[in-house]
């Protein structure tokens, strides 16, 4: 059987940590934005499928897109959530 000793990751060759961090932070990054873009985009079509005007899917799907480039840029939510709000919105005025 081998032997289970101790591993040595700082004197390890071809480990760098910090990289692999900050790949890891991206990558949950570009999660969380992408999650909530999409969730915009996603509102956006249903729009159109429940009620029909078109510029209005237009103008989400630019939107969410915007939202997702300056959400990735500035490591935050907000403004995917802020579209992702406005349509809903508008949706429910347009629903009712």
Do not use: C, Q
């Not at 999650?35 to 005007?53: Q, S």
């Amino acid at each position: 059987m081998a032997e289970h000793g101790k591993v040595e990751y700082a004197t390890a060759t071809g480990n760098d940590y910090v990289e692999h961090e900050a790949t890891y932070l991206n990558v949950i990054k570009l999660t969380k934005v992408g999650i909530m873009a999409t969730l915009a985009l996603v509102v956006a079509l249903g729009i159109h499928g429940t009620t029909g005007p078109l510029w209005i899917v237009a103008l989400g799907i630019v939107a969410s897109l915007v939202a997702f480039v300056r959400g990735v840029v500035s490591d935050s939510v907000v403004p995917a959530t802020v579209v992702l709000v406005a349509l809903l919105i508008i949706w429910a005025f347009l629903a009712s």
